[in-house]
């Protein structure tokens, strides 16, 4: 009896649906996130539909630098050494985040808070360390992720990073980042980024970055929406306003919820004909959307490739299932993935 993982390389071996890759290859790169389980279990879909990957936690500070000047790059080398196995290009994240970035970084051996000039300095060895390691593959990084604080009228994020460094530290890092690699594209990244109050605190970062000449390339805007929200309208504002820096932006962290994030219901086993369809006409909408900025968009990332894995299981409701992908668990293309092949023959 064969086990469900060669059950689905033996389907998908079969593949003659277009790439997503084919697809939009006159638009913007198409890319998904990874991880050493699913690089195993996804490979042939990957390699198939997409030209980009990213590290879903792999290159993150804490897998990085768990203990000061401790390094562990096992699992990061491998998910690179899986872009190049594949002729696939790499983004880079994330250097600077207020999650997942390990106790040490903010205190000295005594468990005190360290100050600014200590701090500053971890971050910029940290930095040239890895994005130096990594400059022959990976061509753009989420330099700094989710400094925006989401409510309110304050700016930034309360976080150590902050309170220890101050807002400096966000043009340090990119200048870190510049001083690694020169040829790596430096993106702001945050999620939330096409509701109004959050895409006009980001806007007003990032110009403030531009006006004190920090080296910043672009905008990564997380994408992490759903079925119903944002509106189409919110979305295109946002593009709108980013573009009006000059800058180029991206779709980081892709996926589509069928659910509302505070739809509380776990009663779905699997997605009905209806959600199906809204999820297609959804991504359809989108798609036409995001070829109107294909001047301006350069890559589009999904946060994962197929529903048999993606972070959004059991988040925010416990014990749920979620579908956000193009296809489905057994890796078959879904509604959505021929809404967007009819719209590439348009």
């Not at 971890?122 to 061509?139: A, E, F, L, N, Q």
């Not at 400096?168 to 702001?188: G, N």
């Not at 109050?197 to 000449?213: F, M, N, P």
């Amino acid at each position: 009896m064969i086990s469900q993982e060669e059950s689905i390389l033996s389907k998908s071996n079969r593949r003659t649906e277009a790439a997503l890759k084919d697809i939009f290859t006159n638009d913007f790169r198409i890319g998904a996130a990874v991880n050493p389980l699913t690089i195993r279990t996804q490979e042939e879909l990957l390699a198939y539909h997409f030209n980009s990957i990213t590290a879903e936690n792999e290159m993150k500070f804490a897998s990085l630098q768990p203990e000061e000047g401790v390094y562990a790059f096992d699992e990061a080398d491998r998910l690179a050494a899986f872009a190049r196995e594949h002729g696939m290009v790499m983004r880079g994240h994330t250097l600077v985040w207020h999650n997942q970035s390990t106790g040490w970084l903010f205190e000295d051996k005594q468990g005190n808070p360290i100050d600014k000039a200590t701090l500053l300095e971890r971050m910029k060895s940290h930095i040239h360390t890895v994005v130096g390691r990594y400059k022959d593959d990976i061509y753009a990084w989420d330099v700094v992720n989710e400094v925006i604080e989401d409510e309110g009228d304050g700016l930034l994020r309360r976080s150590k990073w902050l309170d220890i460094a101050g807002p400096e530290f966000i043009a340090r890092a990119f200048e870190y980042a510049h001083e690694a690699d020169p040829h790596a594209v430096l993106f702001y990244n945050d999620y939330n980024e096409s509701h109004p109050a959050k895409r006009d605190k980001i806007y007003t970062l990032v110009k403030s970055l531009l006006e004190q000449d920090v080296p910043i390339h672009g905008i990564g805007l997380q994408a992490h929406w759903n079925v119903y929200d944002p509106s189409l309208d919110e979305i295109r504002a946002a593009l709108e306003k980013y573009a009006s820096l000059g800058l180029q932006l991206q779709l980081t962290e892709l996926d589509m919820s069928m659910f509302r994030f505070d739809d509380k219901r776990t009663d779905l086993t699997e997605p009905s004909a209806e959600l199906l369809e809204l999820q297609a006409e959804r991504y359809d909408r989108i798609f036409k959307l995001l070829k109107e900025y294909r001047n301006e968009i350069t890559s589009v990332t999904f946060w994962g490739a197929a529903d048999d894995y993606t972070w959004l299981d059991d988040f925010p409701i416990r014990g749920r299932k979620n579908w956000p992908f193009l296809f489905d668990g057994l890796h078959r293309p879904k509604p959505a993935f021929y809404r967007l092949t009819e719209l590439a023959s348009k």
